[in-house]
């Protein structure tokens, strides 16, 4: 999954993931650490093999991880999603975080918990314990724009901005909202030579290599004269371990 390239300008550079964690030496595991790591920034979170909630009385409680040799990391597999247990339920509740994840659940359907899939992601020793619970999303991917973290950023939308100011952006626009990827993935612009570190992202485990320097030369000019001269550097690094990307 990957979002447009369109953005007038980000502030930060996005680092940003498509890929899947890998059991370590081809071995099957319930747990997988996997990272990544790009010069002083890192990342890392906890790849669980496939779980669910089960009742023991009024307590819920996980099954054990079932091995896994590839675990794909996306939003999808984070915890959150979309409370849909009640088939009456016409306006299902989803958590706001990450309504595309799984896990999560209201206490109103808690009769109908038992069997549900736990998330496969989770970070690094938050071990998740309850349906019901306020855990952070995992994953090395893009988020929503009309998640926290993002929409908040995208200014106001009012009757004054339909009237006076659309189709340009309102005033109170925040270019943080082309930031695609949570602010735990934001750094600062790469100047190339960076080392990068792949944690059970490939099948070989650990994957080392430097960034390319791809800064762009670029000089403006305006009514004949120079009116900026400077180096444009990238504000999106995308990973596709999948592809040797």
Same mark, same amino acid.
């Given at each position: 999954? #990957?979002?447009?390239?369109?953005?007038?300008?980000?502030?930060r550079? +996005?680092?940003?993931?498509?890929?899947?964690?890998?059991?370590?030496g081809?071995?099957?595991?319930?747990? =997988?650490?996997?990272g990544?790591?790009?010069?002083? #920034?890192?990342?890392l979170l906890?790849?669980?093999?496939?779980?669910?909630?089960?009742?023991?009385g009024?307590?819920?409680?996980?099954?054990?991880?079932?091995?896994?040799l590839r675990?794909?990391i996306?939003y +999808?597999?984070?915890?959150?999603?979309? +409370?849909? *247990?009640?088939?009456?339920?016409? *306006?299902?509740?989803?958590?706001?975080?990450?309504?595309?994840?799984i896990?999560?659940?209201?206490?109103?359907?808690?009769c109908l918990?038992?069997?549900?899939?736990?998330?496969?992601?989770?970070? =690094?020793?938050?071990?998740?314990?309850s349906?019901?619970g306020?855990y952070k999303?995992?994953?090395?991917?893009?988020i929503?724009?009309?998640w926290?973290?993002?929409?908040e950023?995208?200014?106001?939308?009012?009757?004054n901005?339909?009237?006076n100011?659309?189709p340009?952006?309102?005033?109170?626009?925040d270019?943080?909202?082309?930031?695609?990827?949570?602010?735990?993935?934001?750094?600062?612009?790469?100047k190339?030579?960076e080392?990068?570190? *792949?944690?059970?992202?490939?099948?070989?485990?650990?994957?080392?290599?430097?960034?390319?320097?791809?800064?762009?030369?670029?000089?403006?000019?305006?009514?004949?004269e120079?009116?900026?001269?400077?180096?444009?550097l990238?504000?999106?690094?995308?990973?596709d371990?999948?592809?040797?990307r």
């Amino acid at each position: 999954l #990957w979002e447009t390239d369109f953005a007038f300008r980000k502030p930060r550079c +996005d680092v940003i993931a498509n890929g899947c964690a890998y059991a370590p030496g081809g071995r099957p595991a319930e747990r =997988v650490p996997v990272g990544i790591k790009v010069g002083n #920034w890192s990342k890392l979170l906890e790849a669980v093999g496939t779980r669910e909630w089960r009742a023991i009385g009024p307590v819920f409680t996980a099954t054990a991880p079932q091995p896994f040799l590839r675990m794909p990391i996306s939003y +999808d597999v984070a915890w959150g999603g979309v +409370d849909r *247990l009640d088939p009456e339920d016409k *306006l299902p509740a989803s958590y706001k975080y990450n309504p595309v994840g799984i896990g999560w659940s209201r206490t109103r359907n808690q009769c109908l918990i038992p069997g549900l899939r736990l998330p496969n992601t989770q970070a =690094v020793g938050e071990e998740i314990r309850s349906p019901f619970g306020d855990y952070k999303p995992m994953s090395f991917g893009p988020i929503g724009r009309g998640w926290p973290g993002r929409i908040e950023h995208g200014g106001t939308y009012d009757d004054n901005w339909t009237k006076n100011i659309f189709p340009f952006l309102p005033p109170d626009f925040d270019e943080r909202y082309f930031q695609m990827a949570p602010p735990d993935q934001q750094i600062d612009h790469p100047k190339g030579g960076e080392d990068v570190q *792949l944690i059970n992202l490939t099948p070989a485990g650990r994957e080392n290599f430097r960034l390319p320097k791809t800064a762009l030369p670029i000089t403006l000019f305006k009514d004949g004269e120079e009116a900026f001269q400077g180096d444009l550097l990238p504000d999106t690094v995308l990973f596709d371990p999948e592809n040797r990307r």
